[in-house]
């Protein structure tokens, strides 16, 4: 089971944060957030490996956007960033069932509900 929370209304040039949680934790799991926007693919952002700590972004979302941990492995977050009107989507939180990080949907194996960003201009 994978479930998010945060997301909302914000505008360009602000910042929102998502959090992620899954049954158990994360120490044997990695973690992606993707997104996707009316009439497009699901796309990927960032992924995390909780445990080493290394992360992958998207070029789209780098420099902007941070992906992390916590210390207890509990939660995953995306830190988001100097928003853009483009990154208005649904976000989805996936979890893998091994600690290598991933960048493609059929790599993961749970995914939540999805939770609405809307970045006004």
């Known amino acids: 089971q994978v479930f998010e929370s945060g997301g909302g209304l914000a505008q360009a040039g602000g910042s929102l944060t998502l959090s992620c949680g899954t049954s158990g934790s994360f120490r044997a799991k990695s973690a992606g957030w993707f997104r996707q926007a009316p009439g497009k693919e699901r796309e990927f952002v960032a992924a995390?490996?909780?445990?080493?700590?290394?992360?992958y972004y998207s070029p789209s979302v780098k420099d902007r956007f941070t992906i992390s941990a916590d210390t207890s492995r509990i939660r995953v977050h995306l830190q988001m960033n100097n928003l853009k009107p483009e990154d208005t989507a649904v976000y989805y939180c996936a979890v893998r069932n091994e600690l290598s990080i991933a960048s493609t949907p059929p790599e993961y194996d749970y995914w939540g509900q999805g939770t609405q960003v809307t970045v006004s201009s």
């Open positions: 995390i490996n909780p445990v080493a700590g290394n992360t």
